[in-house]
């Protein structure tokens, strides 16, 4: 058994700064609103295995793992999986970048598995997943397209 989110939003902003945003790990903290952290812990080219930490849940808990990803910017994609992959047997994520009508959709997808000594399976994983994706995916377009607002800002006060 196996299950498969996928959740996407059209950010009104330029591909550069979509691209350059949502793949800048390191500032993920900043970007989303549920990591307290992301280690850089090895980088080369378009490949970075990071660690992410989330703020502490409800109980107090602090869920921690390691990821890695590959970023293809020529075709407008990205692969990860979870190196550290906690409940889960396996989790990959596939990002895509597109030119719409009313700027760039970010499309998430998510093909895991929960492990099977977990009190919740993938079908309550899949809920969760969505319900969150959203969330972020809102929070992103806001940072972003506040930020594609202040480099236009710019542009037109250097221009004026």
Not at 96 to 111: A, F, K, M, P
């Amino acid at each position: 058994m196996s299950a498969r989110t996928a959740n996407a939003i059209v950010i009104d902003a330029p591909f550069d700064l979509v691209w350059e945003m949502t793949n800048d790990v390191a500032s993920w903290p900043n970007l989303f609103t549920e990591y307290a952290s992301a280690e850089i812990l090895r980088a080369k080219d378009d490949w970075v295995r990071f660690r992410l930490t989330l703020f502490p849940d409800e109980e107090g808990r602090v869920w921690s793992w390691v990821s890695e990803r590959v970023m293809d910017r020529e075709n407008a994609s990205v692969r990860a999986h979870r190196v550290e992959t906690g409940p889960f047997e396996y989790m990959n994520l596939y990002w895509t970048y597109r030119e719409v009508e009313g700027g760039i959709e970010l499309r998430w997808e998510q093909d895991f598995h929960v492990k099977d000594i977990m009190p919740f399976d993938d079908e309550a994983m899949a809920e969760h997943i969505n319900k969150n994706s959203v969330e972020q995916l809102r929070h992103i377009k806001a940072r972003v397209e506040k930020e594609a607002n202040a480099r236009a800002d710019l542009v037109r006060g250097a221009a004026g």
